[in-house]
Nanobody
């Protein structure tokens, strides 16, 4: 399974971005997916997850500002990010785990929020 993120870029604080993750195979419908991010000099941290049935969970730091959704027919997931803050600056990765326990990661997309 290959995952490809897109949608990153440079945005001013308070602005919005929409990240997308496309899978090469139909996997989100059975396995759900998650977004992680890694800021310079920091550990990779979990951002949000969506279960196969559509239930979502968010890190406290993004709750109320980020919305995760998926389109199983398109093998795609989207992370709508609003009210962006400087501290949201990071490389964002999408990931999923297959039913057999194999985990897959995308190459990441850079999000830079200017203060």
């Amino acid at each position: 399974v290959q995952l490809e993120e897109s949608g990153g870029g440079l945005v001013q604080a308070g602005g919005s971005l929409r990240l997308s993750c496309v899978a090469s195979e139909k996997i989100f419908s059975s396995s759900g997916m998650s977004w992680y991010r890694q800021a310079p000099g920091k550990k990779r941290e979990w951002v949000a997850s969506i279960m196969s049935g559509g239930m979502t969970t968010y890190a406290d730091s993004v709750k109320g500002r980020f919305t995760l959704s998926k389109d199983d027919a398109e093998n795609m997931a989207s992370l709508q990010m609003t009210s962006l803050k400087f501290e949201d600056t990071a490389v964002y990765y999408c990931t999923t785990v297959s039913p057999t326990g194999d985990d897959y990661w995308g190459q990441g997309t850079q999000v830079t929020v200017s203060s």
